[in-house]
Nanobody
């Protein structure tokens, strides 16, 4: 599976962006899809995840501002980011793993496939 992330850019605080991650492969609908991010000098951290069933989970820092969704017909997962803050500045990575994990495992389990990352910069 290959993942292609896009949609990053420069936005002012309070603005919005939508990230996209398109997967190659025939079984996208069975994959758990997630977004992680890594700010300069910091460890990569979980942002949001969506299971095959479309159930979702978010990091506390983005709850109420970010929405993850998927379109299985397009083999694409989205991250809609609203009310962006300077601390959201990071490289955002999408990742995928086949299977049917518990929702509680989505944020912490290992992922088999990773996209190349897309940079989001939020100016104050």
């Amino acid at each position: 599976v290959q993942l292609q992330a896009s949609g990053g850019g420069l936005v002012q605080a309070g603005g919005s962006l939508r990230l996209s991650c398109t997967a190659s492969g025939r079984t996208f609908s069975t994959y758990t899809m997630v977004w992680f991010r890594q700010a300069l000098g910091k460890e990569r951290g979980f942002v949001a995840g969506i299971r095959w069933s479309a159930s979702v989970v978010y990091a506390n820092s983005v709850k109420g501002r970010f929405t993850i969704s998927r379109d299985n017909a397009k083999d694409t997962v989205y991250l809609h980011m609203n009310s962006l803050k300077p601390e959201d500045t990071a490289v955002y990575y999408c990742a995928a793993r086949p299977g049917y994990p518990a929702l509680s495992a989505v944020a912490t389990m290992n992922y088999d496939y990773w996209g190349q990352g897309t940079l989001v910069t939020v100016s104050s």
